[in-house]
């Protein structure tokens, strides 16, 4: 054996050493990694109990039950309903077709009995597919989390709401059943059409509660939350087919149905209720009048008054309000393009009683008894005769009526206003002949003689709000108002010179009966009860033989007062009883004149209105105010009148007005000499006085 070669020992001890050493480290790191992983597996049990715990302590959020405000007329009579867009009817989980809940699960969350509010195995499938496609193309959110995000949260595609969804979602399983989760769910999901909830939804597209409904209709009623604009019957049919199929297969998959009772399903011909036009609202123009005042100026807000439940008791007389609807549809029947407006009005409390703001509201929402844009014409010209009235004027100030240039601005500048045909009586006429024949003549001389400025005055304190200005024009109601403001100022005679603010909305509750908003309108006295009933007298003729409004003095069943008014392109009546102060404007939206038939179409829905509307009302007279006294007179000479006078009208002036000489010389050399001769026999002014005091007694 050669002394060079060593022999290899089978281990030798400093190697095993070695390995005993490695073995042992190796068992050491195994030992301190079992030791984390258990001691982390039982922080996060700790953790997860715990977070469980406080989910399960925790009560969900309040969710915000949307309830629809509603709207009252003055006898409590529903008008109409404000809501957000949710037409909802809630019903028991019992009450819904056990078709339409397989279906529903089948499509939405197969697995919805089996998990506890997160579909772990859906989550994982869905991101394999998705990291498939480098892009989002399924979902994985359960019927409890699609809940929670209806409920609590928006629809924002973000990781903090994806968060609070999935932890909203694990709270309510473990604080609501299943069939709770289902029920509210069911309830809460939308189908398209404003309409929420299945039981509203079975009605709408099927015409039967939801619990009749059968599996062909049930699997296509499931089919439409995927996507409304698109799977609904009322928007795609073949659409709605193909989803409907859809939903049949998915049911045969998940053993909620056999494939022969699915291919049944798909060939039932199915009777879908057609899609009805939504019933016009109650008053719509009021309605949105109403919707401005208490958002705009009474600050109830936008999402109290479409889901808070709030009550809104206004004004509106329905009576009224249907007669004033049917009435404008009648009279402008077969003439499509004119429009019209009316408002009425309480004189004695400022309350509006009907609003009509255009012939069809589905065609424009423009409400014209709001809008200042058109030139009231005549009808503006009692402000100027009652400022007249206060500056010396009386009923029987006499003015030729006769082509005219009137000149102003101290003299550098000129206003020739024409009378309508170019009809002038070429002599003098008095205070009520030109009321009742609507004589421009008369008024422009008049609103020289006392002041446009004055008028302006006096019509701001009876309601007139719109711009005005001091020109001669002005009395032939050059400048634009509004019908509401019309009313208003009408109104204000009517109530013997007392200015009521307009009102519209009585009082506000909450859904809890609580008082957001009371009414409490403004009254003033803006003129002398005696001018406001001598203006009234006057504004009588108008529906007298000769009056611009006696067309309808058939119709007329009571004591009545009012203006007509007539421009190219408008036609008024305002006019008035003591209980009710109407206006009514007739005419075209754009720039297009009224022919000469249309200009009196006015008159007729006044007249019939106001008779249908006080048709339960007894008339009555209007009441005669201290400072008045009634006397005959003579048309011609503006003078008292007795037996000798070839004609005589009874008149009413202010006290201290009226006249104190009669027609005729001799007659007043006679009253001077004896003043009982002054009266004429049988027409005793006193006595007319208190015999109409007694009347409206």
């Known amino acids: 054996m050669s002394d060079n070669k060593r022999p290899t020992p089978a281990s030798s001890p400093s190697s095993q050493k070695d390995k005993e050493v490695a073995s042992m480290r190796w068992m050491r790191r195994i030992k301190k990694m079992f030791s984390f992983l258990f ?59 056990p078709y339409l809940i397989k279906a529903t699960l089948s499509v939405e969350d197969q697995h919805f009995y089996d998990h506890f509010g997160v579909d772990v195995k859906a989550v994982a499938r869905a991101a394999v597919v998705n990291v498939q496609a480098m892009a989002k193309v399924q979902g994985a959110g359960t019927i409890t989390q699609q809940l929670a995000r209806n409920l609590y949260l928006n629809h924002d595609r973000t990781w903090s709401r994806k968060i609070k969804e999935t932890v909203f979602a694990i709270q309510m399983e473990m604080q609501l059943s299943k069939d709770e989760i289902l029920t509210n769910y069911l309830n809460q999901i939308y189908y398209g059409h404003s309409t929420y909830g299945i039981e509203t939804a079975s009605e709408l597209f099927f015409g039967k509660h939801a619990s009749e409904l059968t599996l062909a209709e049930s699997a296509m009623v499931a089919g439409v939350p995927k996507g409304p604009r698109y799977y609904s019957p009322y928007y795609d049919l073949t659409n709605a087919m193909d989803r409907q199929k859809i939903v049949l297969q998915t049911m045969v998959r998940s053993g909620f149905i056999t494939q022969s009772a699915a291919d049944a399903a798909a060939r039932e011909r199915l009777v879908i209720q057609p899609l009805t036009k939504k019933k016009p609202a109650s008053a719509p123009y ?5 919707r401005t005042l208490a958002t705009d100026r009474l ?64 065609d424009t929402q423009f409400n014209r008894a709001l809008s200042n844009t058109r030139q009231p014409g005549s009808s503006f010209k009692p402000f100027v005769y009652m400022v007249a009235l206060q500056n010396g004027y009386t009923p029987a100030t006499l003015v030729k009526s006769e082509p005219t240039v009137f000149t102003y601005d101290e003299g550098r500048q000129t206003y020739t206003p024409r009378n309508f045909n170019d009809q002038y009586v070429n002599t003098n006429i008095d205070m009520r ?218 008149e009413a002036f202010l006290t201290g007005t009226e006249p104190t000489a009669y027609c005729t010389d001799k007659q007043a050399n006679e009253i001077k000499k004896d003043p009982k001769k002054g009266t004429p026999k049988g027409k005793n002014s006193s006595w007319w006085n208190d015999l109409k005091r007694w009347w409206n007694d």
């Open 433 to 650: 002949q030109a009321i009742s024949k609507s004589d421009n003549i008369y008024a422009v001389h008049t609103i020289l003689d006392v002041g446009p400025a004055k008028v302006i005055e006096l019509a701001r304190k009876l309601g007139i709000a719109s711009s005005m200005k001091p020109l001669p024009s002005l009395a032939l109601g050059s400048f634009p108002v509004s019908p509401m403001e019309m009313a208003s100022a009408f109104g204000t005679i009517a109530n013997q010179g007392v200015h009521n603010e307009t009102t519209a909305i009585e009082r506000i509750e909450d859904a809890n009966g609580k008082i957001l908003y009371e009414a409490k309108p403004k009254s003033e006295k803006v003129l002398d009860p005696a001018i406001a009933y001598v203006m009234t007298n006057l504004m009588e003729s108008v529906f007298e033989e000769g009056g611009t409004g006696n067309r309808v003095a058939n119709t007329i069943k009571r004591p009545i007062a009012g203006k007509t008014g007539t421009t190219d392109t408008d036609a008024w009546l305002v006019g008035f009883t003591p209980e009710l102060a109407t206006a009514v404007w007739v005419g075209y939206d754009k720039d297009r004149d009224i022919s000469s038939v249309e200009s009196h179409m006015a008159s007729p829905i006044f007249a019939e209105f106001t008779e249908q509307t006080l048709e339960a009302i007894p008339p009555k007279l209007f009441p005669i105010p201290e400072g008045v006294a009634t006397v005959y007179i003579d048309p011609v000479s503006g003078k008292l009148s007795n037996e000798d006078c070839p004609s005589n009208r009874m």
């Open 299 to 362: 600050g109830i807000p936008e999402e109290q008054l479409d889901e808070g439940g709030i009550k809104i008791f206004t004004t509106l007389d329905m009576n009224a309000q249907k007669i004033a609807e049917d009435i404008i549809t009648k009279q402008l029947a077969g003439k499509p393009d004119i429009q019209a407006a009316l408002v009425a009005i309480d004189p004695r409390t400022g309350a509006i009683k009907a609003m009509v703001g255009g012939r069809d509201y589905s």
């Open 39 to 97: 001691s982390s597996f039982v922080i996060l049990l700790i953790v997860t109990a715990a977070g469980l715990i406080y989910l399960r302590s925790q009560t969900l959020p309040v969710t915000k039950m949307l309830q629809t405000s509603q709207m009252y007329d003055a006898h409590g009579q529903l008008i109409d309903t404000f809501y957000s867009g949710q037409n909802r009817q809630v019903v028991a989980l019992k009450d819904i077709s």
């Open 286 to 290: 009021f309605r949105d009048y109403i």
